[in-house]
C-alpha cells in the first residue's frame, strides 16, 4: 500500500481469551485476510473512535458551560417516548 509504513514491535504482546483468537482465526479464514491486517484495522477503528468520542465530549462540555442543557426530565420522557414506539 502507498503512504503506509509497515512496523514491527518486537516488544509488544498481545494477549486474549482463547476463544477471542479462536473468533480471529475464524474471521481471518473467512474473509482470506491475515490476522496482523485485521487486527491493524480492529486499532484503526479503535483511535477513529476514541477521537470521535473526545470530540463529543469537549463539544458537550462546552455546551454546558455555555447553558445548553435539557432538563432530566425532558430526557427521561423522550426515553420513555421512544420505548414506546
Do not use: C, F
Not at 474473509?31 to 477513529?48: F, I, M, P, S
Amino acid at each position: 500500500m502507498e503512504g503506509v509504513r509497515r512496523v514491527t514491535l518486537q516488544l509488544m504482546g498481545l494477549h486474549m481469551t482463547p476463544e477471542t483468537e479462536a473468533k480471529l482465526d475464524e474471521l481471518a479464514l473467512r474473509t482470506r485476510r491475515g490476522k496482523d491486517e485485521l487486527l491493524e484495522e480492529a486499532v484503526n477503528h479503535l483511535l477513529v473512535y476514541n477521537e470521535w468520542l473526545e470530540r463529543k465530549v469537549r463539544d458537550s462540555q462546552a455546551a454546558a458551560e455555555q447553558g445548553h442543557i435539557v432538563p432530566d426530565e425532558d430526557v427521561r420522557a423522550w426515553i420513555e417516548q421512544r420505548e414506546r414506539s
